[in-house]
């Protein structure tokens, strides 16, 4: 008879829990106790946590700065921002939550897990401050790509001028936050809005070869050159005005007189919320070029618009051709300053 032979075999009564994400990062790194975690829901947008270690209770937590809560795990800490209305939609804790402001460092996935593991973001290689600042200096000669142009570099900042016929047209200033770069631009020393440009000015990831074209696009961008005061008529036609002008006023006994406007254009409309503001300078006075600008000037011109005017100042074309009616009509609006 032949024996049978069983072999013993045990089932745990209870499955082992698995640590937390956060309590274990401790455990593994108990150095990072007080130290900044930060979580990117966006590449360009970061949260910042402190690592609380409660001695009594043998427990970490995560302090979020942003809406001064204490919570008691990653996951809650990022449902909780997520609740607030911060950010939308849902993100991995392991691949979103980093130990140094940078979303293209090691996240906490690679403390936490020895398997290889996908980084969330996809890393590109971010434009430096140094590469570009060498790349100007060897456009600008020249030889170069740029001419007219000047460069002045200081730590994660990057100032560029471009000039036409030596006198200074555009400025262009690109900064540097860690690897999130910004870009402001300057025509006449005014800032251009964002939203009249192509490509976003606020601080985000850009790669070397956008910051070049962004660089290539603002010196070739036209810009307003404002409404001319140099009408159509004759030069022999603007003389006559002058003497009539001068005829009329010294009858009238004044002896100082500012011509129609002067430097400002000014809506002298009665019952006007805006009464005696400006609304356009001139700029370049006595000068061949001179113009009007007005104060919401678009500053640049498209390229598919063959004009060297923007369209809120050729708005001004019409104001100025009704001061030359009333000069003819010999209407007194102008403004006087006895002696």
């Given at each position: 008879m032949k024996k049978h032979f069983c072999k013993s075999i045990s089932f745990p009564s209870k499955r082992q829990k698995k640590t937390e994400a956060l309590q274990e990062l401790i455990q593994i790194r108990p150095e990072l106790k007080g130290k900044p975690v930060y979580f990117f829901p966006k590449l360009d947008r970061y949260f910042?946590?402190?690592?609380?270690?409660?001695?009594?209770?043998?427990?970490?937590?995560?302090?979020?700065?942003?809406?001064?809560?204490?919570?008691?795990?990653?996951?809650?800490?990022?449902?909780?921002?997520?609740?607030?209305?911060?950010?939308?939609?849902?993100?991995?804790?392991?691949?979103?939550?980093?130990?140094?402001?940078?979303?293209?460092?090691?996240?906490?996935?690679?403390?936490?897990?020895?398997?290889?593991?996908?980084?969330?973001?996809?890393?590109?290689?971010?434009?430096?401050?140094?590469?570009?600042?060498?790349?100007?200096?060897?456009?600008?000669?020249?030889?170069?790509?740029?001419?007219?142009?000047?460069?002045?570099?200081?730590?994660?900042?990057?100032?560029?001028?471009?000039?036409?016929?030596?006198?200074?047209?555009?400025?262009?200033?690109?900064k540097a936050k860690g690897i999130l770069i910004t870009y402001e631009v300057f025509v006449c020393n005014q800032l251009v809005k964002e939203e009249y440009l192509p490509f976003l000015t606020k601080a985000i990831k850009r790669t070397y070869d956008e910051v070049k074209n962004f660089i290539e696009y603002i010196y070739n961008l036209n810009i307003c050159q404002g409404q001319s005061t140099k009408g159509k008529h004759s030069k022999n036609l603007t003389i006559l005005f002058i003497i009539l002008l001068n005829i009329f006023f010294s009858i009238l006994g004044f002896e100082n007189v500012t011509y129609i406007r002067g430097t400002q254009l000014v809506n002298n409309k009665r019952n006007s919320q805006k009464e005696h503001i400006p609304f356009a300078f001139l700029e370049k006075q006595g000068q061949p070029d001179e113009a009007y600008r007005r104060i919401d000037c678009i500053l640049i011109i498209e390229k598919t618009k063959n004009k060297n005017i923007c369209e809120n100042c050729e708005k001004l074309k019409k104001t100025i051709q009704q001061i030359q009616r009333r000069i003819l009509a010999r209407v007194n609006s102008v403004k006087a300053i006895h002696a």
């Open positions: 910042e946590g402190i690592l609380m270690f409660d001695a009594k209770e043998q427990r970490t937590y995560i302090y979020s700065l942003i809406n001064d809560c204490k919570y008691e795990t990653f996951s809650k800490w990022i449902n909780g921002l997520q609740k607030r209305g911060l950010f939308k939609g849902q993100r991995s804790a392991l691949a979103t939550v980093f130990l140094e402001p940078n979303p293209t460092s090691l996240p906490i996935a690679s403390i936490l897990r020895t398997s290889e593991y996908i980084p969330y973001w996809k890393s590109i290689a971010s434009a430096n401050i140094e590469d570009i600042f060498l790349y100007m200096q060897s456009e600008i000669k020249p030889e170069g790509k740029f001419s007219e142009t000047t460069i002045r570099y200081q730590d994660k900042y990057l100032e560029i001028y471009f000039f036409k016929q030596q006198l200074l047209e555009k400025q262009l200033l690109i």
